[in-house]
């Protein structure tokens, strides 16, 4: 799965059934052919932050704990102390008993790549950054998909809407090389199928962003939701799509719950 996996309104068809949705083909994707000028134009980052308690944390006395948490969390959320133009925002999720080397995760955005760099060294000048580890971190942008951005009436393909579920489901994917050497009807009709199938999966909302050059991985895929059954049939369903073809790594995976951080901290000890 990738950056590819936005959904179209739904569409009613005979019986109910969603219609596929009218395409149009980029016939140009890569920009090589026509020499679309670079854009500049100012877009939102994303920083997916997992971080792991080292034990010795739990061996302090509760109020020495308790102290910690305070003056992390200060540091947290003094992060989100700055001007609106810089479009800091911030979800916090546990991951303690859904993946055994993470904790939790800070999802973080902002429209300044160094923005993460100062939420980081927030933290590591607090005690409990002592007892922490990070033992992944990804990095991605926001921009327009080149596939569903063909569907007519599907916006810009720009909105996010982060946080709005109960769970976040969170990976790094990467396509094979023989993706990007099909014809772009040949991709863009396997998109075509990719969305078709997500359609009746209303309970799923997908955030994807792209890595690059800025990071190992070339999307983030962050699905939100209320429903990890029906997430789990919706990655069922996509196995059979053609597109699934093309899947070079979509892992590790993350189940995230969200959190405030007085509740996430409170799953640490």
């Not at 998909?145 to 007519?152: A, G, I, L, P, W």
């Not at 078709?196 to 699905?223: C, H, M, W």
Request: hydrophobic share 35%; proline share 6%; aromatic share 12%.
């Amino acid at each position: 799965m990738s950056d590819e996996h936005k959904q179209p309104p739904a569409g009613g068809g005979e019986g109910g059934r969603p219609q596929r949705p009218r395409m149009m083909v980029d016939l140009d994707p890569s920009g090589q052919v026509t020499q679309k000028p670079a854009d500049r134009a100012q877009r939102q980052y994303l920083n997916y932050a997992f971080y792991k308690l080292d034990p010795a944390f739990r061996r302090l006395s509760q109020s020495e704990q308790a102290e910690l948490k305070q003056e992390f969390t200060a540091a947290v959320e003094g992060w989100l102390d700055a001007p609106a133009e810089a479009g800091r925002i911030l979800r916090t999720y546990s991951t303690v008993g859904t993946r055994a080397e993470t904790d939790f995760m800070l999802w973080r955005m902002a429209f300044d790549l160094r923005d993460f760099n100062d939420a980081q060294a927030r933290l590591n000048r607090t005690r409990l950054a002592g007892y922490l580890t990070q033992p992944y971190n990804f990095i991605s942008m926001q921009k327009r998909s080149q596939y569903v951005n063909r569907v007519e009436g599907s916006g810009h393909g720009l909105e996010l809407l982060p946080g709005e579920g109960t769970y976040l489901f969170v990976y790094p994917f990467v396509k094979t090389r023989a993706w990007y050497d099909l014809s772009p009807h040949a991709r863009q009709g396997m998109m075509d199928e990719h969305i078709y199938a997500s359609g009746p999966f209303k309970g799923v909302r997908l955030n994807t962003s792209y890595s690059y050059g800025i990071d190992d991985q070339e999307f983030i895929v962050a699905f939100d939701s209320d429903y990890p059954q029906e997430f789990v049939d919706l990655v069922g369903r996509l196995r059979y799509t053609e597109a699934s073809l093309y899947t070079h790594r979509d892992t590790p995976m993350f189940t995230c719950v969200k959190k405030d951080l007085a509740g996430l901290l409170g799953d640490l000890a």
